[in-house]
Structure formats: structure tokens, C-alpha cells
């Protein structure tokens, strides 16, 4: 005759025997490793559209990094050329300064980004 309890599953580790309980753990290890590989995935899907938004972000900063030192310059230029009467054209020098001045301080912010990208991967990795 068969038990009337035979069927249902046992509630307690101590009256499984261990080969089962070795299965549940397997099991409950592996369900926690697949939450972890979604939430990793849902936070790389997170990461490349506010990469986008970041990459707009940090391509207008460096624009105008490089912009409004070239207008200072030129700006300057058309009044010292007005003021004075030189061999050379203060606005063409003060241009040109005025890039070289813009692309070291757009050089400066994209080297600290990119630091600063670098060691939040290295912090992902290590977690």
C-alpha cells in the first residue's frame, strides 16, 4: 500500500536526504546568479542610453570650451585693432590663441571624463 503523503514534497533540510539538498542549494545558486546576470544586463541597457545623453552633453562642452575662447579672442582682436595701429592683425593673432587656448581646455575636460569613465569601470569590475 502506498502512503497517503508519499507524493507531497518535505519541508525540512534534515529530512531530505543530501543528494536533494545539494539540488535545492544548485538551484537557489543558480536562480541567484541569474537575478544578478538581469540586473547587470538591465544596467547595461541603462548605461547606453545615458551614454548617448552624456556623449551630447560632453561633445557641446567641448564646443563651447573651444568657441568662446576663439570669440574672446576675436573680440578682443577687433578692439585692439581699432585701439592700435600695428603692422599685424591683433584679431587673426587673438583668434588663434584663442583655439589654441580652447582646444587645451576642451583636451583637459575630455582627459578628466575619460579618467573619470576608466575608474567607475574599474569599480563595476571589482564589484
Known sequence: MSQPHANLPRTSEEDTPPDQTT????RQFLEDVDQKAVRRAQARNKDRTGNMWFGLGTFGMVGWSVVVPTLIGIVLGI????????????RLTLMFVGLVIGC????YWITKEQR????????????
Open 23 to 26: 539540488t535545492q542549494r544548485q
Open 79 to 90: 578692439w585692439l585693432d581699432e585701439v592700435t595701429a600695428m603692422g599685424f592683425s591683433w
Open 104 to 107: 587645451l581646455n576642451a583636451w
Open 116 to 127: 573619470q569613465i576608466e575608474s567607475e569601470r574599474e569599480r563595476r569590475r571589482h564589484e
